[in-house]
């Protein structure tokens, strides 16, 4: 018997601060200007003001709740919301609806949330929720996102590349064919 190819509905909690742990590694990582091959080292006041964001996010202790891996048709509404109102023409490139192209894949995966409204209580998740905190808190959960769909994607290719263990399956199966009793793709 095979494998379940049904994807379960697992949970993963991620915590905003790890965005501003990643950016800082990648401040200390850096060694040339973007785009550049002019030398660059982070300097002690973008050190700084990179460790007071970590210090400000491990203070407030948010985190996002997401999928671990989404479904096909949770895979293709990413696709589908992002075309502007849902419609392609044949033989035409599909025009994107720039404003949900930084929502579409964020809102597929995410489930919960510690953000909370003006008077305190938990911020409902939604769409219009996410639009109406502040461009910075849009942009470290959209971030965390994109880091969890890049790990999924990361073990998917290791995986792939039997990179995780374990020989790979044969492309062809050595069973018998009905008529003549040979072995069907055996190279013998």
Known sequence: MGRSRVVTPDRKRLYLVDVYKRAHEDLLKQTKFPDTSLPRKATPAEIAASLADI???????????????????????????????????????????????????????????????????????????????????????????????????AERAARKNNLAGGPLSPATSDLPSESTGDLVGSAN
Request: glycine content about 6%; proline content about 2%; hydrophobic content about 40%.
């Open 55 to 153: 210090a400000q996010a491990e203070a407030d202790g948010e985190w996002i709740e997401v999928k671990k891996r989404l479904n096909a048709g949770e895979q293709d509404q990413i696709f589908i919301d992002m075309v502007k109102n849902g419609e392609t023409v044949a033989g035409e490139k599909p025009t994107l609806d720039l404003r949900k192209v930084t929502t579409s894949e964020v809102m597929q995966y995410l489930l919960n949330w510690s953000l909370i409204d003006l008077d305190g209580r938990p911020l409902e998740v939604s769409v219009e929720s996410l639009n109406s905190c502040d461009a910075e808190t849009k942009a470290e959960v959209r971030a965390a996102v994109q880091y969890h769909v890049e790990t999924i994607e």
